[in-house]
């Protein structure tokens, strides 16, 4: 044993046994000193003894500790500082100097464990660790099962669900059939002043207002898929009247409700530059709350832009065919079709001319939470021929006192022009922010070298100059502005196929049931309600042509019972402002009729879907 630092000079000869007894006695007191130190003290102290090497005669000794077996190529080295250390004290020194920055960094670890937030996760245990990778494990190979090769149809097994509605899935998603349909039943009350109230010959409504309870949509729908790539839909409208007669103002007798058809078209997805092709009966892409469905209207009905520009007559559904394509995961969309311009809801055409041509173009500059905030910016055209070279233009309330069909009153009407060509345009800008929405269009129509004519009744509502008067191009115009506001809290859903509203959805379906057998409490859920209110204009004067100006405000309540199930109640308030001139079959004016005056209408809605 080296005894250098130990024996008072390096020649001094002592027997070994005083050496291993001085040994002895110096680890006892170290061993006193180490206890309590980390692995790392203990190593820096076995460094200390291993570097103390034997002097020059002194009897050859094991060293304390070994780093590496003499039968090994190379030893471990370790760094050390015994070298710099002559005594005992430096020794003792060193190790107490060791202790405390051992405390310090202690107390400082245990500080830091303090300041730690809470809310961090602790790391897994090594069992939540293999069970998390078993699933994935098992995930994946799900996945892999699901992306093997197989042949488009060649599973036919159908599996059933209930996705807000009836519906049955192969296995592939090659086919699918859901079936459906809508009801909407609606009671409604009307007061009105002196004016509206007049004769149709005396420039008040035509027909005249009633308070009706009637069904208002009765629909039934069957859609599906096949072959992955093919959609398609028929649905039929039983509520639906026509006037079996076709006399100029129809009375309920000589009304037969008859089925019409609405959407009945097949679709090609996926397509290249394309995207999705459909032909048949549809919507042309023309206006924002024309092509957001029925099933969840803000309100009762649509806006006066609805009568009198976008689906006059036919229901807004017209044959054709049209293509659809977006990029930019749907933030900016387009739609283009050719169409049949129709006078009626039941899909077809017997007139001259009358081709159409439809375009929409829609971004959406802001889109976040899955559109629970969004700007929506479109644009829509259509450029036709009018049907066999004549057209009219009418608008009925926002508030209907019949079912679809010609003993609806009818508040503004331009009477039949008739024109070589017709251009139309519409703005839409609309906007959602969690509860609240936004919603407002612009439309325009030009009706190129118009003539008035005899068509209509004997005494037309509407005719200014005498029939068979040019009055050059007419320009219409109509828009509306709405807001909503759902009280409990939930949002308006957004299709980023179709580029518009889609289904709401209550965060609580309604329901009142008792807490138990023997408890009287009631235990109740309230399901969703919205509030809104819409301002509406229509103008149909210019040229001379006196089809008169509407301006209306409805507001409205809206009960969510469930997905598929909603209650509203509207109050509208219009003012309608309309003078008559009308002009007998001789061509002679007649007497000057005033029918301006307010409008009310209150009306109910029970409307469900399946």
């Not at 909503?484 to 329901?511: A, C, K, M, Q, V």
Request: charged share 20%.
């Amino acid at each position: 044993m080296n005894t250098a630092g130990i024996s008072g000079t390096a020649g001094d000869k002592r027997p070994t046994a005083f050496f291993a007894a001085a040994s002895t006695s110096v680890g006892a007191i170290l061993f006193e000193r180490l206890r309590g130190l980390t692995a790392h003290a203990i190593v820096g102290l076995a460094a200390v003894f291993s570097a103390i090497q034997p002097t020059a005669g002194s009897p050859a000794a094991e060293p304390l500790v070994a780093i590496a077996d003499a039968e090994e190529p190379q030893g471990l080295g370790l760094p050390s500082i015994a070298r710099e250390l002559t005594s005992f004290e430096q020794i003792s020194t060193a190790l107490e100097d060791e202790q405390r920055r051992i405390s310090a960094l202690e107390s400082r670890l245990l500080d830091l464990e303090k300041r730690t937030p809470s809310g961090i996760e602790p790391l897994p245990s090594p069992a939540e660790t293999a069970t998390k990778d078993a699933a994935a494990k098992g995930e994946g190979e799900k996945e892999k099962e699901q992306r093997k090769p197989y042949e488009v149809g060649s599973d036919t097994e159908f599996g059933t669900a209930w996705a807000n509605g009836l519906q049955a899935e192969s296995a592939n998603s090659d086919f699918r059939v859901k079936i459906g349909g809508r009801t909407q039943i609606d009671a409604s009350a009307f007061s009105a002043s002196p004016g509206p109230r007049q004769s149709p010959q005396q420039g008040g409504l035509d027909p005249a207002l009633h308070d009706t309870v009637n069904v208002r949509r009765a629909r039934l729908r069957i859609e599906g898929r096949m072959y992955e790539f093919y959609d398609w839909v028929a649905e039929y409208d039983f509520a639906n009247q026509i006037n079996v007669n076709n006399e100029v103002y129809p009375t309920e007798k000589d009304a037969g409700p008859l089925p019409s058809v609405t959407d009945l078209w097949l679709q090609m997805r996926e397509l290249p530059i394309l995207g999705t092709v459909r032909v048949g009966n549809q919507k042309d892409p023309y206006g924002y709350e024309h092509l957001t469905s029925s099933r969840w209207l803000n309100f009762m009905e649509r806006s006066f832009s609805q009568d009198a520009f976008e689906g006059p007559f036919n229901g807004g559904f017209v044959p054709g065919i049209q293509s659809m394509n977006n990029a930019y995961d749907g933030r900016v969309a387009w739609q283009i079709g050719e169409f049949k311009a129709t006078a009626n809801p039941f899909g077809f055409n017997n007139f001259n001319g009358s081709s159409m041509t439809v375009g929409r173009m829609v971004v959406l500059p802001v889109y976040e939470d899955e559109g629970r905030k969004l700007l929506h910016l479109g644009i829509s055209g259509r450029a036709l021929q009018p049907r066999d070279n004549q057209t009219r233009f009418r608008s009925r309330g926002s508030i209907r006192n019949s079912p679809s069909g010609p003993l609806n009153s009818i508040y503004a009407d331009s009477g039949v022009l008739e024109a070589t060509w017709q251009n139309m345009i519409g703005l839409e800008f609309v906007g959602n922010n969690g509860p609240w929405s936004f919603q407002s269009e612009y439309f325009g129509s030009w009706l190129y070298n118009a003539v008035t004519t005899k068509q209509g009744p004997y005494i037309t509502n509407g005719y200014q100059p005498p029939p068979g008067t040019p009055v050059g191009t007419v320009y219409y115009q109509s828009g509306y502005a709405e807001v909503l506001y759902f009280l409990t809290g939930e949002s308006r859903t957004y299709s980023l196929i179709e580029s518009r509203f889609d289904r709401p959805i209550p965060r609580n379906n309604f329901y009142v049931v008792r807490g138990g057998r023997e408890s009287k409490r009631m235990s109740i859920s309230e399901g969703a309600w919205q509030v809104g209110a819409r301002y509406n204009y229509l103008c149909l004067n210019d040229s001379g042509v006196n089809g008169g100006v509407l301006n209306g405000m409805t507001l409205g309540l809206n009960w969510l019972l469930n997905p598929n199930a909603r209650i509203y109640f509207n109050y509208d308030l219009t003012y309608r402002n309309f003078s008559s001139v009308p002009w007998t079959s001789s061509g002679k004016p007649a007497q000057s009729y005033d029918g301006s005056g307010f409008i009310n209408g209150f009306g109910t809605r029970l409307a469900f879907d399946f």
